[in-house]
């Protein structure tokens, strides 16, 4: 499930604590969590509903100015299915960051990194690319994964799904737009060689 930042904004200072969405079925379960820039968030509930049961609290709980906006909004969703009321919130802040935030790493850690990298590279159905993409994203943070992606002649959604796996690591940010190398990829890079052993 998708937020825009000032959604995730108002989840973390508690001004928002529901969403909407139009689903044929829903997409997620009461819960479930989902990591996000913002921490974790909660799904407590997920609800079908009329245009009719959708209240002016719940268009305020979901950041809107009132019923008639929510409705609106809604109603210009290009997706097939009816109404879902998502009730959330932040259950803390994501591992990843705490990790990202490590730049202070052991000389095990800086050897775990490595193999864990080498691990995802010899598992790779084609040529070894994690050091490739890390030294991209520090030569260019904030650039489009579109333009990323092209500058390695690759699609766009499979080097979004790598860079997911380095930010598992605590490896990258997620920004606005593009990406970055966490304190913790830095304090890594200096420790790299161009290929795995």
Do not use: C
Not at 175 to 190: H, I, N, Q, V
Request: no cysteine.
């Amino acid at each position: 499930m998708l937020f825009r930042r000032e959604v995730l904004e108002g989840i973390a200072g508690g001004r928002i604590d529901r969403v909407f969405r139009v689903w044929a079925e829903p997409r997620v379960r009461a819960g479930s969590t989902q990591r996000t820039w913002a921490g974790v968030i909660v799904i407590d509930s997920v609800t079908a509903v009329t245009p009719d049961e959708i209240t002016e609290e719940d268009a305020r709980r979901s950041g809107f100015k009132d019923r008639a906006a929510l409705l609106t909004a809604l109603s210009k969703s290009t997706k097939e299915g009816g109404y879902h009321r998502v009730m959330l919130h932040l259950g803390g802040p994501d591992p990843r960051s705490e990790l990202a935030a490590n730049a202070d790493l052991t000389d095990r850690e800086l050897a775990d990194l490595k193999t864990a990298l080498d691990a995802i590279d010899t598992r790779s159905r084609r040529a070894p690319w994690t050091r490739e993409v890390l030294r991209l994203i520090e030569e260019h943070p904030g650039l489009r994964a579109q333009d990323l992606a092209e500058r390695l002649g690759r699609d766009k959604l499979p080097f979004k799904a790598d860079v997911r796996r380095l930010k598992a690591l605590g490896l990258t940010e997620s920004l606005e737009t593009g990406y970055r190398l966490s304190p913790r990829g830095k304090a890594l890079m200096p420790h790299l060689t161009s290929t795995p052993k």
